[in-house]
């Protein structure tokens, strides 16, 4: 069983702190550890993953508040005019979102950035010690997993989902990713998550301030987690001068395989997992965060967002971000148009191994993910 004093004590251990100055995080971690005793039936090596990730998130916290008390110049950081990429999973935002990220004029937050974000060291110049133990945590859940590797594009210098930035405030969907609790899903998504996302914009604050350190001078970020789609309130609220790109494909192709994706995350930490039952979990989930996301755009923000169709992303790259910069009023410049052909050719789909999977292996049929996602696809879905 985990236990919430443990996981602090574990953490306060760890940092060598004597407490936390913000704690209001405390319901929200408390919540979540029952949700993971009472639901997940988490075997062994399920417990001793959740345990560690959840005090290493503690850990993160406490090292966070020590770098603002050290350098309260970082609270001056503004966070403006921030592009963020949404849309189903596998709808192509991490490619999208990665080649962005190729134009030096823009901010993105790195995997080994989301995962630790505190420096370990105040020495800006050399070698960031915090690649290498993201490195191995990447080969451990490749090795724990394979089938990842042909899911989702696995780097830990890579840009990444500020969903991992999200998860230290202890109201993320990631908990959901390696570990089956649909009563505690549910649960959270009754829950007010501007805790969530102003301590988001800290994070990101203490991000573009490591950043500039580095010497990076880009002035907006370019951001991606399709968890936006289940809080667009929230993410206007507090970036308010946020342009969004949502992508969109046929439900048919996405949701059956990120199905499979999250059996393949949850399977090492339970013997009880039901594959069907995750999956269907996580189409309602992607249902209701769809529902959201076009009610919010219905309610008079519609003009913030700009549609992508996953297969023009695909076909003609070049006039997909063309048209994305036209939008954002971003400049593009030849020699970011450059750097991200560059990286779409070192980071072609043909380079990771093929990803199979089986719609009736999942619970699911074609026929029913058509009627579940009707309204989507009547708006959304090309014909």
Same mark, same amino acid.
């Given at each position: 069983?985990?236990?919430?004093?443990?996981?602090?004590? @574990?953490?306060?251990?760890?940092?060598?702190?004597?407490?936390?100055?913000?704690?209001?995080?405390?319901?929200?971690?408390?919540?979540?550890?029952?949700? /993971?005793?009472?639901?997940?039936?988490?075997?062994?090596?399920?417990?001793?993953?959740?345990?560690?990730?959840?005090?290493?998130?503690?850990?993160?916290?406490?090292?966070?508040?020590?770098?603002?008390?050290?350098?309260?110049?970082?609270?001056?950081?503004? $966070?403006?005019?921030? $592009?963020?990429? $949404?849309?189903?999973?596998?709808?192509?935002?991490?490619?999208?979102?990665?080649?962005?990220?190729a134009d030096a004029l823009l901010l993105a937050p790195l995997w080994y950035e989301v995962r630790q974000p505190s420096p370990l060291n105040a020495d800006f110049e050399q070698q960031d010690d915090r690649i290498p133990i993201a490195q191995e945590e990447v080969r451990a859940m490749l090795e724990a997993s394979p089938e990842l590797a042909a899911i989702h594009p696995m780097d830990a210098i890579?840009?990444?989902?500020?969903?991992?930035? /999200?998860?230290?405030?202890?109201?993320?969907?990631?908990?959901?990713?390696?570990?089956?609790?649909? =009563?505690?899903?549910?649960?959270? %998504?009754?829950?007010?998550?501007?805790?969530? %996302?102003?301590?988001?914009?800290?994070?990101?604050?203490?991000?573009? #301030?490591?950043?500039?350190?580095?010497?990076?001078?880009?002035?907006?970020?370019?951001?991606?987690?399709?968890?936006?789609?289940?809080?667009?309130?929230?993410?206007?609220?507090?970036?308010?001068?946020?342009?969004?790109?949502?992508?969109?494909?046929?439900?048919?192709?996405?949701?059956?395989?990120?199905g499979s994706m999250m059996a393949a995350l949850a399977s090492p930490f339970t013997d009880h997992l039901d594959p069907i039952a995750m999956a269907q979990h996580w189409a309602k989930k992607w249902q209701s965060g769809?529902?959201?996301?076009?009610?919010?755009? =219905?309610?008079?923000?519609? @003009?913030?967002?700009?549609?992508? #169709?996953?297969?023009?992303?695909?076909?003609?790259?070049?006039?997909?971000?063309?048209?994305? %910069?036209?939008?954002?009023?971003?400049?593009?410049?030849?020699?970011?148009?450059?750097?991200?052909?560059?990286?779409?050719?070192?980071?072609?789909?043909?380079?990771?191994?093929?990803?199979? %999977?089986?719609?009736?292996?999942?619970?699911?049929?074609?026929?029913?993910?058509?009627?579940?996602?009707?309204?989507?696809?009547?708006?959304?879905?090309?014909?």
């Amino acid at each position: 069983m985990l236990n919430t004093d443990e996981l602090i004590s @574990d953490a306060l251990t760890v940092t060598r702190c004597d407490g936390f100055t913000d704690q209001r995080f405390m319901e929200h971690l408390d919540s979540l550890v029952v949700g /993971l005793n009472r639901e997940a039936r988490l075997n062994e090596t399920g417990i001793g993953f959740h345990a560690s990730r959840l005090t290493d998130l503690l850990a993160n916290r406490l090292r966070l508040e020590h770098w603002v008390a050290l350098h309260p110049d970082i609270l001056k950081e503004k $966070i403006s005019k921030p $592009i963020v990429v $949404i849309g189903l999973p596998r709808t192509g935002t991490t490619m999208l979102h990665r080649s962005i990220a190729a134009d030096a004029l823009l901010l993105a937050p790195l995997w080994y950035e989301v995962r630790q974000p505190s420096p370990l060291n105040a020495d800006f110049e050399q070698q960031d010690d915090r690649i290498p133990i993201a490195q191995e945590e990447v080969r451990a859940m490749l090795e724990a997993s394979p089938e990842l590797a042909a899911i989702h594009p696995m780097d830990a210098i890579a840009p990444d989902e500020e969903i991992m930035l /999200l998860e230290h405030a202890f109201m993320s969907t990631v908990p959901e990713c390696y570990a089956f609790m649909p =009563d505690y899903g549910e649960q959270l %998504y009754q829950r007010d998550q501007s805790d969530a %996302y102003d301590y988001l914009y800290l994070q990101l604050q203490f991000l573009q #301030w490591q950043k500039r350190k580095k010497g990076l001078t880009g002035e907006r970020w370019v951001l991606k987690t399709p968890h936006h789609l289940h809080y667009p309130e929230h993410l206007f609220r507090r970036f308010p001068d946020a342009v969004v790109i949502q992508t969109h494909r046929h439900p048919v192709e996405v949701i059956p395989s990120y199905g499979s994706m999250m059996a393949a995350l949850a399977s090492p930490f339970t013997d009880h997992l039901d594959p069907i039952a995750m999956a269907q979990h996580w189409a309602k989930k992607w249902q209701s965060g769809l529902a959201r996301t076009r009610a919010f755009r =219905d309610s008079g923000f519609d @003009d913030r967002y700009f549609d992508l #169709w996953f297969k023009a992303s695909v076909s003609d790259p070049e006039k997909t971000i063309e048209g994305i %910069y036209d939008f954002t009023g971003q400049t593009l410049t030849e020699a970011a148009m450059r750097e991200m052909a560059r990286w779409r050719e070192m980071n072609a789909r043909e380079g990771r191994p093929e990803h199979h %999977y089986n719609l009736s292996d999942y619970g699911f049929t074609s026929a029913g993910i058509e009627q579940q996602f009707a309204d989507y696809i009547s708006r959304h879905v090309e014909k």
